[in-house]
């Protein structure tokens, strides 16, 4: 079975902003993948070229096996879309607005039971208007997923969160991730990325600048401990695959305790800012 | 494919129509302050110029004169239809694109003729219960005669479908001129205003210049006040119009030409985005 979405040299530019400039991307059914990078590094154009509101420049893109610029309403009804910043809908309530949404697909689920599942049953009544950010970004969910999509495309879906708001919507998105549901998301957060991505895409001036799971993200030498010490006077540190053996030695040279000894790992926060500047440093 | 046999098949064109129609009607009705707005507006104006003109029981036109209610309620009836049709779409259309609902719509499989069939229901619904309300606060509280004829009411069918449809579509087409959403309705409410001005709803239209007069026939106001008049007014005023017809089949004709070419211009520039977006 071919990919969920494949993306090969994805290009689109903004007068002269090149906005994405040969971006390669593949997700594979059942996957969950995020697309990491700053602000204006090309996350949102490119997934809005996924989700057919885009154009391209060039590139090929396939998306449930078909281009999105000429996907019907078959295709679309696969899709669930989480948009970035929403504040229309206002005077209908929660459980309007999903049990209308549910009509327009052919296989929706319960309107009720994806209400609870976002964690909404409480606001059933509540207009959107009057629900905060966390519950608005809630319902937003729930409209994406109650057509029961194959691919699901988050995009920055917790910002503006507070973390308590923001590990309850982890929890939801691991769930559907559990059920199956493919899901591509973008974030500038890292702690999302590693906490509910099976593979990351750092993507820096819309190019892809590492990818990998989170744990491996950066590649070896960029996870190497750094051992640290004082040395007459000095800081002293070295890069090591093997820092216990530093350690020992070290231990050995100063025959006992060794001042200001530090072993640190690269968080992947570290890894993620040094391919970020990479640019520029 | 399998996977594709096993799915359900999408949901037909029209049921998704009505469903919109629901939604839209439902939310229109929540928005108090466009309720208000465009329910009372034809009623308040009518009681004003009525008052105002018809101090002392005066009348305007032939013997034996028609008193100034009855003559400002054709008028009234249809800056009624265009408040509901052209200024409520105009208006809401251009705010649903600036505040992103129009964007989420399009990334479901929702059909965009149900999108407009939802709009198109939600303004028959509303322009129907306006010119309901109208009609009964002139005939309870001016004494307006309404007319008792078949063919009357045939004609106010006519003008009545005619006149919604022409400011549906010309409505769609023109929620795409506000540059946002918060523009709307300042963008759209004067072209409104100046229109009911010329085109006979404020003023006696055979007592405006008759350049004003030429420049209010190329729009469907005047017509749609004209076929409007035809029904409400007595026979014996006909020969007081400006051109001494009721001019039924130039009416047609001119709301016809205005429905199809807003059509066709909508179709040609209707964005489900705003203009910065994408």
Request: net charge negative; no cysteine.
């Amino acid at each position: 079975m071919p990919d969920a979405v494949e993306v090969v040299g994805l290009r689109k530019a903004y007068g002269e902003k090149r906005a994405v400039d040969g971006l390669d991307l593949h997700v594979a059914h059942g996957e969950v993948v995020a697309i990491l990078g700053p602000n204006g590094a090309g996350k949102t154009t490119t997934v809005e070229i996924l989700e057919g509101y885009r154009s391209r420049d060039g590139g090929d893109v396939r998306v449930l096996g078909q281009d999105p610029q000429t996907g019907g309403r078959d295709w679309r009804s696969r899709l669930g879309i989480v948009l970035q910043t929403n504040n229309d809908l206002a005077e209908a309530t929660v459980a309007e607005l999903v049990h209308h949404f549910a009509r327009f697909f052919p296989d929706p689920r319960d309107p009720d039971e994806v209400i609870a599942a976002v964690g909404l049953q409480e606001k059933v009544r509540t207009r959107a208007r009057q629900l905060s950010g966390g519950q608005r970004r809630r319902l937003d969910v729930a409209l994406g997923i109650v057509g029961r999509p194959e691919l699901l495309f988050l995009d920055e879906p917790t910002t503006g969160f507070d973390p308590q708001a923001r590990r309850s919507f982890w929890d939801l998105v691991e769930a559907l991730a559990d059920g199956g549901t493919t899901i591509l998301l973008t974030t500038h957060y890292l702690e999302e990325a590693e906490r509910l991505a099976d593979r990351v895409l750092v993507v820096r001036d819309g190019q892809v600048v590492a990818e990998g799971t989170p744990a491996d993200l950066g590649g070896r030498t960029a996870r190497q401990a750094v051992v640290r010490w004082t040395q007459d006077g000095q800081t002293r540190e070295v890069r090591t695959d093997t820092p216990t053996q530093v350690v020992v030695e070290l231990t050995g040279t100063f025959g006992g305790e060794v001042p200001g000894l530090q072993v640190l790992r690269p968080t992947l926060e570290d890894v993620y800012l040094s391919l970020i500047d990479g640019g520029t440093s | 494919m399998s996977v594709v046999d096993t799915r359900t098949r999408l949901p037909g064109v029209l049921r998704l129509g009505l469903a919109r129609t629901g939604y839209e009607v439902r939310t229109f009705f929540r928005e108090r302050d466009a309720v208000v707005f465009i329910f009372a507006y034809p009623i308040i104006m009518l009681a004003i110029f009525a008052t105002v003109f018809g101090q002392d029981g005066a009348t305007v036109g032939p013997e034996p004169g028609i008193p100034f209610a009855q003559y400002f309620l054709p008028g009234m009836v249809a800056t009624g239809v265009m408040l509901s049709s052209f200024q409520q779409l105009a208006i809401s259309i251009a705010v649903e694109r600036d505040d992103g609902g129009l964007k989420r719509l399009h990334g479901t499989p929702l059909p965009p003729a149900a999108y407009f069939l939802g709009k198109t229901g939600e303004v028959l619904a509303t322009s129907l219960i306006q010119t309901a309300l109208l009609l009964a606060a002139a005939a309870l509280l001016f004494d307006v005669p309404l007319p008792t004829t078949a063919t009357a009411w045939a004609t106010f069918a006519w003008v009545f479908v005619l006149g919604t449809a022409a400011g549906t579509l010309a409505g769609v087409a023109f929620s795409s001129v506000p540059r946002s959403g918060k523009s709307a309705s300042a963008v759209v409410t004067p072209v409104v205003l100046v229109l009911q001005f010329i085109s006979g709803v404020f003023f006696v239209f055979q007592d405006l210049p008759t350049w004003m007069q030429q420049v209010a026939s190329v729009f469907p106001l005047k017509w749609m006040a004209q076929g409007m008049r035809s029904v409400f007014l007595p026979p014996s005023a006909e020969a007081w119009e400006v051109s001494g017809s009721w001019q039924h089949g130039a009416t047609a004709v001119v709301l016809l030409v205005w429905a199809v070419g807003a059509l066709v211009v909508g179709i040609r520039t209707f964005r489900w985005q705003r203009r910065d977006d994408g």
